[in-house]
């Protein structure tokens, strides 16, 4: 059910708003972002991938499209692996060792990665006047990411655990771009931008866990910390001109601190009740100092509180079983900018979740689920610091914004029969809040680019989603995703189909050999002023392992047969006109060596009953 674009992201029936948990902790304390996180584990290690497509009061009310819980494998003694993977684009290292002393089991892990792309773009815009931007971009960059986690178990009910990670991902970009006038061959001016950035942060764990036969109980503590230097410097040349310098420098700290305590009781043979509590903590300030040319210094702090409880039953009768939840959550925020606070009023939600499955026939199951999502919007999307380093568009956050309330139904049906896994759904969203990029002409043919809460984003759709299993060595796996978006506010309407598919296979051939194929296709996404071409990607790898998978070496190709990868982002707006081709550089050639040390005896981790609907 689940896709990953070229850049690592996972998405749900063409939907990318999902939280993610590992071993039965949020990303966040991982990597910074999701694909970050996922680099880091390797899939040898993955046990299972669960999506909780309706995920119970327990859950944040952020993740409007589902939730994704991926179990990592424990070793029973002490092991490890380290890997070493060369490619065309990219060159990685990793490995992790897990120690087993008694009750106390002691893991680490390190990752590092350097790479390289280069990718652009052709701007048309048609206003007044017809211009257009030709821009190359070249970008180099490191990630590397690490850290430890004490496990103690005094008993088998009973289990503490402590950790820490640290991560840095420095990079730049350099961009030459070019502005054409009408039916012009040669430039009206030429732009050479440098945008380096550095980002690095840590983050500490520490949590408890009680399982008996009737009752769970767990707490959990994160605290994360990031730091970040950015903006650009850049030399306009312009004919006839002296040229003209800008530069900007920016720093941003955010500190996360998240407390939450969950507790579940078996309280029959027939229902069970899970509660819970939930504070976080976020405090974010961004400085912003223009050296050139004219020095001067803006600043946008921001802090919230989000405080949560929740209650959740699980009743099971006969072949019906029932999932009803209520999740009250309470938001205090503030921010200033150049030092002014601005006006941001408390809010609160209560979230309600209801779902119903019936088990039919042989491997068969019916479910219905309903309940309420919010999106807060995003820190870059708040910040009213104006950024100009594109000649052609002026961008700004809007601290007004409000979070996204969604409604999401979903009805589903799947089956389970010998070699064959079918499940078919129909859902429909409704978020009369969407948070929405817009566009408008200014003075001058400059483009203001900003986010609003504009109004209605609709959206009905099916998703069929199969896996067949025809002999041992061959599974194949198809999902369709078809839905109707329509977006809509009192001035502006759009409407449109976006359509996704997903392919995947895999072969084993026998005496350690085995290929695995993938393909990601998607249609237009569409857009308040207009759409998106879909991502068109595939990846085939071949392996072969020795020594009862000790040993192992794989050949992965992505976008073999195409270099490039072409997309458009036509833009209609009062007043304009616009089309963005972008080159995406997706080719990519990789070669994985690994080598497994210790024993391969693994065990399921212990994880929390009801925590998956």
């Keep these: 059910m ?50 909780i497509t309706a995920p119970s ?78 821009q190359e971009t070249w970008q180099t960059g490191q990630y590397a990411s690490g850290g430890t986690t ?6 088998t009910n009973r289990t503490f655990q402590v950790g820490y990670r640290l991560r840095r991902s420095p990079n730049e970009t350099d961009a030459i771009s070019a502005s054409y006038g009408v039916d012009a061959t040669l430039p009206d001016f030429t732009r050479s931008i440098h945008t380096p950035n550095g980002n690095k942060g840590d983050s500490w764990t ?19 910390r990031f730091d970040g230097t950015g903006g650009y410097s850049l030399r306009q040349q312009k004919p006839g001109n002296p040229d003209t310098e800008e530069t900007l420098h920016t720093e941003t700290r955010n500190r996360d601190w998240l407390l939450q305590t969950d507790y579940a009781e078996r309280i029959s043979r027939r229902f069970r009740l899970e509660t819970g509590l939930k504070a976080i903590h976020r405090q974010t300030e961004s400085d912003n100092r223009y050296l050139l040319p004219i020095p001067s210094t803006t600043g946008f702090a921001y802090r919230s509180t989000v405080l949560a409880a929740y209650a959740s039953g699980l009743w099971s009768l006969g072949k019906w079983q029932a999932v009803t939840g209520f999740r009250l959550e309470r938001t205090v925020w503030s921010a200033t900018f150049d030092g002014k606070a601005l006006t941001l009023k408390p809010f609160q939600n209560g979230i309600p979740s209801v779902s119903f499955s019936r088990d039919i026939g042989k491997g068969g ?15 870059a999307y708040l910040n009213p610091m104006v950024v100009s380093s594109d000649s052609l568009t002026r961008q700004a956050g809007n601290p007004s914004l409000r ?27 409704n978020n009369r809040n969407s948070i929405e990029q817009v566009r408008r002409l200014l003075a001058g043919g400059l483009v203001e680019s900003t986010w609003q809460n504009v109004g209605l984003n609709r959206r009905l759709g ?21 839905q109707r978006v329509s977006l809509q506010t009192p001035d502006v309407r759009n409407t449109g189909w976006m359509q996704t598919a997903v392919l995947n296979g895999s072969y084993t051939f026998g005496k350690g050999y085995s290929a695995d194929l993938y393909g990601f296709f998607d249609g237009n996404s569409i857009r308040l002023q207009g759409y998106r071409t879909g991502w068109k990607y595939y990846s085939l790898t071949l392996t072969k392992k020795w020594k009862e998978g000790r040993y192992a070496v794989s050949l992965r190709a992505d976008a073999f047969l195409t270099p490039y990868t072409y997309m458009e982002e036509k833009t209609r707006a009062a007043g304009f006109r616009q089309t963005v081709s972008t080159r995406y550089q997706n ?6 060596f690994s080598c497994r040390l210790g024993k391969k005896e693994i065990q399921t981790p212990r994880i929390r009953e009801g925590a998956v609907d």
């Design 2 to 51: 689940l896709s990953v674009d070229a850049d690592g992201n996972p998405s749900l029936a063409g939907g990318r708003s999902l939280r993610v948990w590992i071993d039965g902790k949020p990303s966040e304390t991982y990597a910074a972002t999701v694909a970050d996180a996922l680099r880091a584990i390797g899939g040898e290690n993955i046990l299972r991938v669960e999506v």
């Design 365 to 379: 199951q019916l479910k219905a689920a309903w309940t309420v999502k919010l999106q807060r919007p995003y820190f």
């Design 150 to 155: 004490v496990l103690f178990s005094p008993d």
């Design 57 to 134: 009061a327990r859950y944040d009310a952020e993740g409007t499209d589902a939730v994704i819980h991926i179990i990592t494998k424990r070793p029973v003694q002490s092991s490890g692996i380290v890997r070493a993977m060369p490619g065309n684009r990219s060159v990685a290292a990793g490995g992790e060792w897990t120690q087993r002393l008694g009750k106390w089991v002691i893991t680490s892990d390190l990752f590092y990665q350097r790479y390289r792309n280069r990718n652009g773009f052709v701007l048309t815009r048609e206003a007044k006047a017809t211009i257009r931007q030709v």
């Design 206 to 224: 520490a949590s408890y866990n009680y399982h008996s036969a009737r009752r769970e109980w767990s707490d959990l503590g994160t605290r994360f």
């Design 462 to 482: 099916v998703t069929l989603a199969s896996t067949w299993k025809p002999v041992h060595a061959l599974s194949l796996g198809l999902t369709l995703t078809l």
């Design 587 to 592: 080719q990519n050639l990789r070669l994985t």
């Design 403 to 429: 979070p996204e309330r969604t409604q999401a139904f979903q009805l589903s049906w799947s089956r389970t029969r010998n070699s064959l896994f079918t499940d078919f759904s129909v859902f429909v969203q």
